[in-house]
């Protein structure tokens, strides 16, 4: 089975860590990853995006043009990328920065998620990358949540160890707040 | 097994660099393959290593033909416009029939160009690049574990044919990160560099490391040796993947970055029930042309792929049998030309017989 899954926010939202965390819980599980920075000329107006693919075999292309899973974090990169969405997709959205009124994504799953204010509950704004990523495991069933938390310790540099229970109750948060 | 590694591809150079007994490099930073210096720079000087950034790409070049003319492995890199700098440097180098690693990691071009892919540079590198009619061994990867092990292996056959080797990639291998398995060096077979000058051992005949010749009939002779050796590279050390080629009615054919896209295309072509194969060179010289003939005994449409408006494509052209058809697909480089595979399977509904 191949998984691929877009990344996309502005700078600072943790988009390259959130996808560094995805790639590292696959490898966990004994996947096969690519994880593919997007550089575009978007990099300039300070927006981030990252691909990555997993598989139990080849990963093929690194890069993606309709990706079967996207992660949007901010209303850019939804109005730019949204429709790219593979048709039967998933697009999961950081619901307190992206409004979706008005357009029209038919054949995709659209989830909503209040990424910024569920994060802010937790007490930092700066968890929003790690719900995103709680958020995809548990929209898609493609990660399990244990692989996610045991990544954090390779995802995070060392200094940043204490911090792991903080980062696994967000994952835990954006898990929980996708609909079953 | 040892444990997968999640590194970028540029990192993976610098890793299998030190495996393969690398302690010597000499560079100067350019994007996209400033990455390879940074991890040499923390390496090196901890295993009794040299790392140098030169004053310029040119410096570098030369202090890799000295170190080398020690004996010792050593390796520089850079990409396009520090690619064409170190020409002067290779030429001397293949003409004083020096090993050395050089790892141009492909940037947008010509001039300044652009930091995105590229692979407009496969003339520069399977052609020689610098003046004087010589070849240098060039492989190229198309992933992060390939990145490792052909760096590995740009080294043995450096060594074994006393060539400058080239690992050419671009930004998009360069940049990624994959799982890797960092494998130990393999036990390869290397002549003893009993050329070597080391300012030692008295008594001992002279040695002289040069690229000039003047005496009658001495360059030609020298030509002719090389020539010679080309030829059995192209013999023994011709290296290529192919995927269901076996039935192929088409087969599409791109190195590096674009074979890795091109390879999700061909899949994509097979679930739409269409007989198409992959091709992926891995060594672009020697460049493996018996293979792309006998492809072309059965097969006879194919379609390159390449990140320029072509240049591989003329090799292949050469290759293949004369009844054959060779189409073509490029994107030339620049901030959003990466094909998608989508994109790639659209050009193969277009050529498919």
């Known amino acids: 089975m191949r998984h691929d899954v877009f990344i996309a926010g502005y700078g600072g939202q943790g988009v390259l860590l959130a996808g560094n965390l995805l790639s590292y819980a696959a490898i966990h599980e004994g996947r096969n990853v690519s994880f593919f920075p997007a550089y575009g000329v978007e990099k300039r107006g300070g927006s981030a995006m990252c691909t990555v693919v997993f598989a139990d075999g080849d990963t093929g292309s690194p890069v993606v043009g309709h990706p079967s899973v996207s992660v949007i974090l901010n209303q850019l990169s939804f109005d730019k990328y949204a429709s790219k969405v593979k048709p039967g997709g998933i697009c999961i959205i950081n619901s307190t920065l992206v409004t979706s009124d008005g357009v029209e994504l038919p054949d995709m799953n659209l989830i909503q998620v209040p990424m910024n204010q569920r994060a802010l509950d937790l007490g930092d704004v700066r968890m929003v990358n790690m719900l995103a990523c709680g958020a995809y495991a548990a929209a898609t069933g493609a990660l399990a949540l244990e692989s996610l938390e045991e990544a954090l310790k390779k995802a995070l540099p060392e200094r940043n160890h204490r911090l792991i229970p903080a980062n696994i109750q967000a994952i835990r948060a954006g898990a929980d707040a996708v609909p079953h | ?353």
């Open chain 2, 1 to 353: 097994m040892s444990e997968k590694l999640f590194v970028k591809g540029n990192e993976a150079v610098a890793m299998a660099a030190i495996e393969a007994g690398c302690r010597y490099y000499f560079g100067y930073p350019i994007t996209p393959q400033s990455d390879i210096p940074e991890y040499l720079s923390r390496g090196l000087p901890g295993l009794g290593g040299e790392f140098i950034q030169a004053e310029s790409e040119i410096a570098a070049i030369n202090m890799l033909l000295g170190a080398s003319a020690t004996g010792v492995r050593c390796m520089t890199s850079s990409s396009g416009p520090g690619i064409s700098l170190k020409q002067e440097g290779i030429s001397y180098m293949a003409g004083s029939e020096l090993p050395g690693v050089i790892v141009d990691i492909m940037r947008a071009g010509p001039g300044l160009g652009g930091i995105d892919a590229s692979q407009a540079d496969y003339f520069q590198a399977t052609r020689g690049g610098g003046h004087g009619g010589y070849r240098i061994i060039v492989l190229a990867p198309a992933s992060v574990q390939e990145m490792y092990d052909l760096t590995m292996l740009a080294f043995d056959l450096s060594d074994i044919y006393r060539m400058p080797a080239m690992v050419l990639a671009d930004s998009v291998i360069g940049q990624m990160k994959e799982s890797v398995t960092a494998n130990p060096r393999p036990a390869t077979a290397l002549p003893d560099k009993d050329w070597v000058v080391r300012g030692r051992g008295e008594g001992q005949p002279q040695r002289v490391v040069k690229s000039l010749y003047l005496g009658d009939g001495e360059m030609e002779a020298f030509h002719w040796k090389m020539h010679a050796r080309y030829q059995e590279l192209a013999d023994r050390e011709c290296r290529w993947e192919d995927l269901e080629t076996g039935d192929a009615d088409l087969i599409v054919t791109a190195f590096g970055s674009t074979a890795r896209i091109a390879r999700t295309a061909v899949a994509m072509a097979r679930e739409a029930g269409m007989k198409v194969g992959l091709m992926r060179p891995i060594t672009l010289f020697p460049f493996p042309k018996q293979a792309y003939a006998e492809f072309s005994r059965r097969c006879k449409r194919f379609l390159v792929i390449e990140l320029s408006t072509g240049q591989m494509v003329d090799d292949v052209r050469l290759s293949v049998a004369r009844d054959a058809e060779v189409d073509f697909y490029g994107r030339p480089p620049g901030a959003g030309s990466l094909p998608t595979p989508e994109e790639l399977f659209g050009q193969i509904r277009k050529v498919y017989p």
